[in-house]
């Protein structure tokens, strides 16, 4: 692969656009930020306009909705009932609550701590798809991060490659990366970092289709009343996971898939290979002292210690 | 702002809805959720009977295990556990291409 690559910044990550072509590389970053910025403007928790505010104000009340967030949402509520509400998308009070309350970026450093509070359960959301609307209870928030991050990749390398056509593309969006379209001989190289050392690659795979998301319990850290915390809660309890695993990376049809797995067993924790193993997910996972597990054909390699 | 303009808003312009509709198709996320949800639900309940059974929760299986290793070297292409090759990739295998991105947690 001779890439043409560009990167920029997004949804409060980095957005990253591959392409063989450099000819393609300006309508393929176009059509992937049309895509980020619809899915930003549905449903992002910290702007005020965006669609998913309407939601919550609706404290109860079925609230019309546009097509993409309704989407989102039914995705989320999927990823919810696939991982048996390990990723439950209204964790946004309990994330609030845990102290990221705002961008990532703008986070201070300390903050005091306060009692985590569990997720509201992903079945107190109503959706009605043939009437297009959603509504969530009183006081819950919906936090879409994970699942809508990933969906925006796959909708985003969906778009890029029908844009381009008939060139393939790569879309990244801070390592939850998705592919579209013609894939090179080789595949498309894809760096795994383990966590350990801040994005440092371990191993590099080749990527052939579908999606590739790690989950890492080693970035977007804060500290909380002194101590530091980290961004993947246990919705039933509404705390971080304790750290069985610093990454798990996911192989599977969509980015969307791949980003459900990897979280749902960073929450799982010990138990989470064998549910890998179940589910026949490829998965890379490493443990808090380095160690490596693969599953599904995913074998560990060298330099992840 | 009434309920009424709403949904005007929310409806989109045909060619809006026929973009959209492209790119589900292309993403495939429509199909995953007919036909992943299965196999993951499945795995949970497996994990759940190996729990009331007193088995090991965190073992593979006998016939696929995992491995556990930091100094392994080779290609991972070979084995693939599904046969469901329509929601169920192949492992990616090792290469030794400069990447062009990386996934390291987000």
Known sequence: VSPAVAAWRALGTTAQVVVTDDAALPAARHAVERELAAIDLACSRFREDAEIARVHAGAGAPVPVGPLLLQAVEVALDAARRSEGRVDPTIGAAVIRAGYDRDFAALPPDAPARAFVPAAGWRTVRVDHAAGTIAVPAGVRLDLGATAKALAADRAAAAAALAIAPHGVLVSLGGDVAVAGPVPDEGWPVGIADGHRDREVATTVALRGGGLATSSTTQRRWRRGGGEVHHILDPRTGAPVPVIWRTVSVAASSCVEANTASTAAIVLGATAPAWLWRTRLPARLVRHDGAVVGTCGWAPVAGAA | ?106
């Open chain 2, 1 to 106: 702002m009434t309920s009424h303009q709403h949904l005007d808003r929310a409806r989109a312009p045909a060619a809006a809805t026929a973009r959209d509709a492209a790119i589900r198709r292309m993403s495939r996320i429509n199909r995953l959720v007919a036909g992943g949800a299965a196999v993951m639900v499945a795995g949970f309940a497996t994990l759940a009977a190996q729990a009331s059974s007193g088995g090991t929760s965190t073992a593979s299986p006998a016939t696929t295990p995992a491995t556990v290793s930091a100094t392994s070297s080779s290609d991972t292409s070979a084995s693939q556990a599904s046969s469901d090759q329509t929601t169920v990739p192949a492992a990616p295998a090792v290469t030794y291409q400069a990447p062009v991105v990386t996934s390291g947690g987000s």
